[in-house]
């Protein structure tokens, strides 16, 4: 099994930055992509951005310019280094990875149990 966990969420005011990490373990025999997904009050959760094993990203266009995704392949991990911080970013932040715990086994999607971001003055 994969476990996931999220960590770097917080109170921020409007304008500032935090970092979100988010980690991989457990049996691991390859990591695909790694995305970072959101979850407000009342809304649907939506996929924020994402990056391959090999390093191509793509967001969403709400964030773009303003969210960088990064990972660390050695270290199973992702980050998610958000600036310009708004109101409407605030959300539960969720990672999911797709990873395939063994070389014959299938590559299934694993969830963190996600971290708040709360974006006031």
């Known amino acids: 099994q994969v476990q996931v966990v999220e960590s770097g969420g917080g109170l921020v005011q409007p304008g500032g930055s935090l970092r979100l990490s988010c980690a991989a373990s457990?049996?691991?025999?390859?990591?695909?992509?790694m995305d970072w997904h959101r979850q407000g009050s009342g809304n649907q959760r939506e996929l924020v951005a994402t990056?391959?094993?090999?390093?191509?990203?793509n967001y969403a266009d709400s964030v773009k310019g303003r969210f960088t995704i990064s990972r660390d392949n050695a270290k199973n991990t992702v980050y998610l280094q958000m600036n310009s911080l708004k109101p409407e970013d605030t959300s539960v932040y969720y990672c999911?990875?797709?990873?395939?715990?063994?070389?014959?086994?299938?590559?299934?999607?694993?969830w963190g149990q996600g971290t708040q971001v709360t974006v006031s003055s």
């Open positions: 999911a990875t797709a990873a395939q715990s063994d070389g014959r086994g299938p590559v299934r999607s694993y």
């Open positions: 990056i391959t094993s090999g390093g191509y990203t």
């Open positions: 457990g049996r691991i025999f390859s990591i695909y992509s």
